[in-house]
Each structure stands twice: as structure tokens, then as C-alpha cells.
DNA sequence: GCCGTTTTCGGCCCGACTGTTTTCAGTCG
């Protein structure tokens, strides 16, 4: 096996179902079947870079390596599968000659020679000193050289004894700082929930807001751009004194430490770990500080090189042509400036956009005032912790003009699920209701287990009752890709199948997505009339943003919805929203901006 | 290492803050 996938294949299961599979030693198996994927590939140049830059080369092919590194992890489609089909990967950004025939190396050998050679000269472990916060390629290169320090242990060791103190450039702070840090990296802080971070961003642009000079406070960064998870959060503020409104910010109850303080821009602990970077600008730059702090950096540095092409030059205060100053007040005027129309911050990842923008093809991205129902919720008959006439109540109140009840099948015990019985007792509940209620139509639905074989959890008399079937893998997770795939396409082979819920199986920060050739599902799911999911949920946001840009791409319709268990969690929806703006989808690309006429004849098979 | 309506060579985004520096390097976003 590759030296370098090694560490990745290690703990997951597909070294284990390779023994399985073939009963033989897991050297032979994993060599011979072990899918390359664009994360391993994605990685790989990451950790090239890292190295390389501790070995001082040069910045702009450790830029190169980064940038292959994030084209690839972005791609839709698989990379080995490009590869295999003869594409020519120098059409990919940032990716030449020199890295297309890298990538061709690590898809045939799993492995790169190149990063091999780099790891005999710079020990592999410098590179996770990199994530203290502080330290960049030259101080590690420096502890390295002075001290001998080859990785996280030495580091701590060579701290507490004092010796990081005496070298040049370093201090008895920064010494400190770093145990500070290894202490806190122990309580394994991870990215942060949207949701989460939602929670937490509210309270304290209220707080920013009544501090006496601020003119405006927006939150940008990646919470701007509705990632899924945040790293920090950036929130830019205007107002003439900088100085007085970080003095006030910093003193924000939440506070639990004060990283940075100046007299435009400040960062702040909060009490959860999460790290604040409050910006402040005046009024007049208000424009272009947004669109700086935004992002993404890709974008950024997109623009700006746009900007230096025709002299100007663009930072978080305007853009400026030599000392005139062109634009700034407004993002939209930033844009004009180059005769592009605004870009919506859930597209600002260099991912296409500035072209499309300046071809006049930028989608017009779908909002949540589109959708005009929700295709997935559960009630009491179930796992959910509200009875049928609450949720169809709280739907109301949302203004739908149609849900769509799908409560669990059997196999999902714990959840309660119906077998055919009860749910005949629900169709009969919903008809019943349907009967009375005025301006809202309740669909009758099933979230369906898909089983282990591809058959599905309820009989076909039972499921071709209902108006609305989504299926779902609750159960073997760690099938082989092949074995995981083949068996989806099955399910869909039922004619009663409409939508696949959650298709990757993923829930943010707690565990990853099943091995699955998701292209492969959702081509099956066009052969077949089927549709996938965005699922809404903030902890499964599944399709995530790359996939629903797949399939649009591909053709495939996709379904927004909020999984809801509870009728607070109908407002989920802005989270899938959220996804499916990044992933460029509009009101066509989804299924329930529909009528519930159109949308019947869309799940006619 | 990539890239080209000015370039196949010579560029490659830009500024703030900290700590250790006495004029700035390193890091970060």
C-alpha cells in the first residue's frame, strides 16, 4: 500500500472490508482494489506544501500545490475517473504539465515520489506544527534547526524546559503561547456547526450594534457565505473611533480571551473556543471591507488580480486607481467597477462565478421564499415530537401550500417506524385532515429504509398508496463503494421510489459519509425518474453544496428538505437553502418551488 | 509550479497586529 494513503486508509472501514472481501493479507487486497479519491489526492498536495514551504522553497510553487490541492478536493467528480478516461487535467485550474502528471502518479500508485523524497529530508511531523496558531513555516523551520524538534511531543518538551525562549525571534511569550495552545489542542476543537454558529453570531451583533459610533455591523466571512461549518466567525463593523468600538467589543460578556486589539481590527476567545475577528472600517469603505472580509480568499485574490490587469488596485478600503479612489461604498459598485454584475457571497469561491458573472451567466439562485412545500418531517406516529395536525399547523403558519409526511418505517426500531398497518391508520388520518384544512394539502409519504439487499422496507402495496416516497440507508454503512452503490440503484429499481433522503449519510463533525459512486446514483436516478435530497438538517446538510452543483450539472432535480422532528425545525429550511445557493441550484433545479400539481406529474414514474 | 488581449519569462493580493526587533519579520486572514 502507498506510504502516503497509509494514514488515511488506516482507521476507516474500507481496509477492513478489503480483508473481508478477500480473506487475504491486507497488503494484497487494499493494493489491489484501493480507490483513489480527490481527498487522497487533495491531501497528499497539501502535505507537499506544508513541507515544502518549511523547507523554505519557493512560495509560489507552495501556492501551486495549495491551489491543485483545493481544485481538486472541489471537484464533483472523481479524479482516478477522469484520469482512467483519458481527460486532460491541465484544463483543470491551476494544474499544469508538471502536476497533471503528479496526479496521473498518485492515481496508479496511490502514492507520490516526490513527497516521499521531501519526508527524507523534512521530518513528516513539523507539519502538524504548522496548526499552532503562531507558528508558521519559518519559526518551525527554526525549532527544527536549533532545537532539533521534529514534532508535536518535542515541541512541548523543548517549551517546558524553557528552551524555545532563547532563540532568536522567539520570547518567553511566545514560548507560553505555545504550551497555552498544545494544552487547548488536546480538547480537540473542531470547525463549527452553521447553526451553531447562528446561535452565537445574534446575540453579539445585537451587542455590536448598541455600542455608541457604530454605524453598521454585518457578519461576512465563510458564515456570509453559508459554509456549513465555520473555522471563525468574521464580523466587520463601521463607525469613525475603531479604537473605542473594539475597547467595547472586547469587552463583550462572552469574551473568554482577548487574542488581539488594535485600532481597526481585533480577535477575541469566545467562551465556546470559537475564535471573532471584528473589523473596523469607515462608513465610506463599508464595500469593500465587506467584500474583503467575505471571501473567500480565492475569490479575493481573483478580483484583485482582475483589478491589477487594469491598474487598479483593490484592498479592504476601496479600489483605488493610484491615488484616486475609485469605488468602495457599496459591494455592487466594487463589481460595476468591472462591469460585472453582483455575485451572491454563497457563490464567492473561485469555483467559476467571476466567468460566469462576466459571461452574464450567473444563476439566479434559488431563495427560501421559492419553496412553496417541505417533502420530509416526522410525528409523533413516529420519531418526531409533534402529532400530524401541530406540524401541518406550523407548515401553515410558514405559508406552504403543501408537506409531505414521512414518518419512519419498521426497520428503523427505534424510531418506532409504521409497518404497513399503521400507516394505512395514517393515510386514513391525512385524508381525513385534507378533508377540513383550507389552502394547505398534507402529502402523504413514508421515509422508507432501504435494506441491506436494495429492497425496500414496506410492501409495494402499501408504498404505491402514497404520494410521496423517500428512501433512505440507515443501515450498512460501511459496504463497499461498489456494494454500497449497486445497492441505492436497486431501491431505485422499485417503481414506487421517488426521492433519496440524506444520500451520503454524513452528519457534520460526528461521521462521515458511506462510500458511495454518488455520480453513478444520481445517473441512475435520471434513468429512472427519481430525484435526490438536500437534506436541510443542519447536521446532515446532505447532498452538501459540491454534489447538488453535480447534479444540477448532470440534469437531476433535487428536493429541499428539513428532515424536521419537531415543528421548531421546519425553519431549517435557510440551511438547505443555504446549500443549494453554494451549489449554484435555481427555483427550476428543485422540486418543491412547484405546484403540487407540477410536482405530482414530476413523481409520476 | 502556473500562466499569458503586454509576456513562453518574470511575474505571482494586500494590509494589520504581535513580539521582539530598534526598524522589522513572521504570521494571519
Known amino acids: 500500500m502507498g506510504r502516503a494513503l497509509r494514514g488515511i486508509l488506516e482507521d476507516g472501514d474500507r481496509l477492513t472490508l478489503g480483508l473481508r472481501a478477500s480473506g487475504e493479507s491486507a497488503e494484497i487486497e487494499v493494493r489491489g482494489s484501493m480507490p483513489v479519491y480527490n481527498s487522497d489526492v487533495a491531501s497528499i498536495f497539501e502535505r507537499v506544501a506544508d513541507l515544502l514551504e518549511i523547507e523554505g522553497a519557493n512560495p509560489y510553487r507552495v501556492r501551486a500545490y495549495r491551489n491543485a490541492a483545493r481544485t481538486i478536493a472541489a471537484l464533483p467528480g472523481n479524479i482516478a475517473d477522469m484520469v482512467e478516461a483519458g481527460k486532460d487535467l491541465?484544463?483543470?485550474?491551476?494544474?499544469?504539465?508538471?502536476?497533471?502528471?503528479?496526479?496521473?502518479?498518485?492515481?496508479?500508485?496511490?502514492?507520490?515520489?516526490l513527497f516521499e523524497e521531501i519526508e527524507r529530508r523534512v521530518?513528516?511531523?513539523l507539519a502538524q506544527m504548522l496548526d499552532i496558531p503562531g507558528l508558521g513555516p519559518k519559526r518551525v523551520r527554526a525549532l527544527y534547526d536549533e532545537l532539533g524538534v521534529t514534532d508535536l511531543e518535542e515541541l512541548e518538551e523543548a517549551a517546558k524546559q524553557g528552551k524555545i525562549e532563547d532563540l532568536e525571534g522567539f520570547g518567553v511569550k511566545t514560548q507560553q503561547k505555545i504550551l497555552d495552545d498544545l494544552e487547548e489542542a488536546r480538547g480537540k476543537e473542531q470547525r463549527t456547526r452553521l447553526d451553531t454558529a447562528e446561535e452565537?453570531?445574534?446575540?453579539?451583533?445585537?451587542?455590536l450594534r448598541g455600542i455608541e459610533g457604530v454605524q453598521r455591523v454585518e457578519a461576512a466571512g465563510s458564515y456570509r457565505r453559508r459554509q456549513e461549518t465555520v473555522g471563525d466567525l468574521d464580523i466587520l463593523a463601521t463607525g469613525e473611533d475603531g479604537r473605542q468600538i473594539i475597547d467595547r467589543f472586547v469587552e463583550y460578556e462572552d469574551v473568554d480571551e482577548v487574542v488581539s486589539e488594535g485600532e481597526t481590527r481585533s480577535t477575541v476567545l469566545l467562551r465556546t473556543g470559537l475564535q471573532v475577528d471584528l473589523r473596523v472600517v469607515k462608513e465610506e469603505s463599508y464595500g469593500a471591507a465587506l467584500l474583503y472580509f467575505t471571501g473567500s480568499k480565492a475569490h479575493n485574490i481573483h478580483l484583485r488580480n482582475m483589478a491589477l490587469d487594469q491598474d487598479m488596485k483593490i484592498n479592504e478600503y476601496g479600489v483605488f486607481r493610484g491615488e484616486e479612489r475609485v469605488a468602495g461604498e457599496t459591494e455592487e459598485g466594487i463589481y460595476g467597477l468591472f462591469d460585472l454584475p453582483y455575485i451572491e457571497p454563497e457563490l464567492r469561491e473561485d469555483r467559476g462565478e467571476i466567468e460566469a458573472a462576466m459571461e452574464g451567466k450567473l444563476p439566479q439562485l434559488i431563495t427560501l421564499e421559492d419553496l412553496r412545500g417541505d417533502l420530509q418531517m416526522h410525528t409523533t406516529a413516529s420519531d418526531g415530537h409533534n402529532t400530524l395536525e401541530e406540524m401541518v399547523a406550523a407548515a401553515q403558519e410558514r405559508g406552504y401550500d403543501y408537506i409531505a409526511i414521512t414518518d419512519h418505517s419498521p426497520r428503523v426500531a427505534v424510531a418506532r417506524g409504521l409497518d404497513a398497518e399503521h400507516l394505512a391508520t395514517q393515510i386514513d388520518q391525512i385524508d381525513a385532515l385534507n378533508e377540513k384544512l383550507d389552502g394547505i394539502r398534507v402529502l402523504k409519504g413514508i421515509e422508507v429504509d432501504i435494506l441491506e439487499d436494495g429492497s425496500l422496507d414496506l410492501p409495494d402495496d402499501a408504498l404505491s398508496r402514497l404520494d410521496v416516497v423517500i428512501a433512505s440507508v440507515h443501515s450498512g454503512f460501511g459496504y463497499s463503494r461498489d456494494k454500497q452503490t449497486e445497492r441505492i440503484l436497486r431501491a431505485m429499481d422499485n417503481p414506487n421510489f421517488h426521492i433519496l433522503a440524506h444520500p451520503t449519510g454524513r452528519l457534520i463533525n460526528e461521521r462521515d459519509p458511506y462510500e458511495v459512486d454518488l455520480e453513478k446514483v444520481m445517473r441512475g436516478a435520471l434513468d429512472r425518474g427519481c430525484y435526490l435530497e438536500v437534506n436541510a438538517y443542519p447536521d446532515r446538510l446532505d447532498l452538501d453544496d459540491v454534489h447538488a452543483r453535480m447534479a444540477k450539472e448532470m440534469g437531476l432535480k433535487l428536493s429541499?428538505?428539513?428532515?424536521?422532528?419537531?415543528?421548531?425545525?421546519?425553519?431549517?429550511?435557510?440551511?438547505?437553502?443555504?446549500?443549494?445557493?453554494?451549489?449554484?441550484?435555481?427555483?427550476?433545479?428543485?422540486?418543491?418551488?412547484?405546484?403540487?400539481?407540477?410536482?405530482?406529474?414530476l413523481l409520476k414514474r
Request: aromatic letters at 6%; zero cysteines; a negative charge.
Open 560 to 601: 429541499i428538505s428539513t428532515d424536521a422532528h419537531r415543528v421548531s425545525e421546519l425553519a431549517y429550511m435557510r440551511f438547505g437553502v443555504g446549500q443549494a445557493r453554494r451549489g449554484w441550484l435555481e427555483p427550476d433545479d428543485v422540486l418543491n418551488t412547484r405546484s403540487w400539481r407540477d410536482l405530482h406529474k
Open 90 to 113: 491541465t484544463e483543470l485550474d491551476g494544474i499544469g504539465d508538471d502536476l497533471a502528471g503528479k496526479i496521473e502518479e498518485i492515481v496508479a500508485t496511490g502514492d507520490l515520489a
Open 200 to 207: 452565537l453570531v445574534a446575540p453579539l451583533v445585537d451587542y
Open 123 to 125: 521530518p513528516p511531523g
